[in-house]
């Protein structure tokens, strides 16, 4: 029969308790609050969830209690071929606001690796899991003689996890790191600058992630089988803190009273009142005549290169002069030329899907959030209405 090992609690034990119970906290938080990107929340709060519920495994390892329910030995092993993948997810729908289902194509691996921990590894009982957890955190302690089991290619698979897991992070990292240097660069700011709040919140999101594939490369480097997975998992309860006040610093309780305050973010602008009056003419000029809004690769560096200004001073001019940001200007164009379409005789047949396209959507949840956020109806209930 399996042996019993004396609980073992430390500092490091009661790092990560904390870290689990603030992860679920907020998780449970993203999946459900009814604010914001409510597609990126919910890759967010799937990630924190999975991210949680892993280190949960570690805790019941690290502490012995595992020797208690070894049935659940490895259960959350599956998961962590979510996480690079929902992290990648969430900077993406985070910027964009799009979705796709063909996003769901990135859990594939997770997937399969489910379904064969399910056939060949769940099933299997206790005195095989007793094996398989001592080797990994008490190599020390005798281990019980019993059948050789074949898994067949699977076992081979599953020999090479660790480096499977870390070959898919270290990609998902390399491709995050270039969907945020795109957007970046159309804004034509740099990766490190602090102007676009939205970018730079996934910039940190970006580096924590990255932080955790350095510090799991190092560990197994450097400790046999699992022995340094607490360490990772104390790292990790840091960085759901850091999530957790960066969240609690940005809340909309500790902005009241902000409003009476006067903002001075252009105090040391070079703009003069001249140059902007002549630029909001040509502004409106160009936005009437050229319709650059339609296209979908619209950006601030491109408008203010036909305009002849800076983007800077371009995003000044729409702040201070019309009180918009560039993306809530150029959504203001779009839908307008949205409604002119959903309502002319000329395009009756038309989809909305295309004409969410046709006006520089490439989602229809963007363009129906967007439509409706301005219009205070869908597009569809605004074509039905204004038609009859």
Not at 135 to 142: I, K, N, R, T
């Given at each position: 029969m399996p042996l019993n090992h004396p609980l073992h609690i430390d500092l490091f034990a009661i790092i990560i308790l904390l870290g689990v119970v603030q992860g679920y906290f907020l998780a449970v938080f993203f999946l459900f609050t009814p604010k914001g990107n409510k597609v990126a929340h919910r890759y967010l709060?799937?990630?924190?969830?999975?991210?949680?519920?892993?280190t949960v495994e570690v805790?019941?390892?690290?502490?012995?209690?595992?020797?208690?329910?070894l049935t659940w030995v490895d259960f959350a092993e599956p998961l962590n071929f979510v996480l690079a993948p929902l992290t990648y997810l969430y900077l993406r729908t985070f910027i964009s606001e799009r979705f796709s289902w063909k996003q769901l194509w990135h859990f594939a691996?997770?997937?399969f690796y489910l379904v064969c921990m399910s056939i060949y590894i769940y099933p299997l009982p206790d005195t095989?899991?007793?094996n398989s957890y001592l080797?990994?955190?008490?190599?020390?302690?005798?281990f019980i003689k019993i059948e050789v089991v074949e898994w067949g290619w699977f076992c081979k698979i599953r020999d090479y996890v660790n480096d499977l897991m870390f070959a898919q992070m270290v990609v998902y990292v390399?491709?995050?790191?270039?969907e945020l240097k795109k957007h970046f660069n159309k804004l034509d700011i740099t990766f490190f600058s602090k102007e676009n709040t939205s970018l730079s919140w996934c910039r940190t999101q970006w580096l924590s992630f990255a932080s955790i594939v350095l510090l799991f490369l190092i560990i197994k480097r450097t400790f046999p089988s699992d022995l340094g997975d607490h360490i990772l998992s104390a790292h990790i309860t840091f960085i759901i803190y850091v999530i957790s006040f960066s969240v609690i610093r940005q809340s909309d309780f500790f902005k009241l009273g902000e409003e009476a305050k006067p903002i001075k973010k252009y105090e040391n602008s070079t703009l003069t009142e001249e140059i902007q009056d002549q630029t909001l003419e040509r502004l409106k000029w160009l936005m009437q005549s050229e319709k650059p809004y339609l296209k979908e690769d619209f950006s601030?560096?491109?408008l203010a290169k036909k305009l002849g200004v800076s983007s800077h001073h371009l995003s000044q001019?729409?702040?201070?002069?019309?009180?918009q940001s560039f993306f809530d200007y150029a959504a203001q164009w779009r839908i307008a030329e949205a409604q002119r379409l959903l309502t002319s005789s000329e395009s009756n047949f038309i989809k909305i899907e295309e004409i969410a396209e046709m006006v520089g959507y490439n989602s229809k949840s963007a363009f129906n959030t967007a439509f409706k956020k301005i219009v205070g109806q869908t597009p569809s209930q605004y074509r039905k209405e204004e038609k009859g």
């Open positions: 709060g799937f990630f924190l969830l999975a991210l949680s519920t892993c805790l019941l390892s690290y502490t012995n209690y595992m020797f208690k329910i691996p997770f997937v095989f899991k007793y080797d990994a955190y008490h190599p020390d302690l005798p390399i491709v995050g790191f270039i601030l560096p491109s001019i729409l702040n201070e002069s019309l009180g």
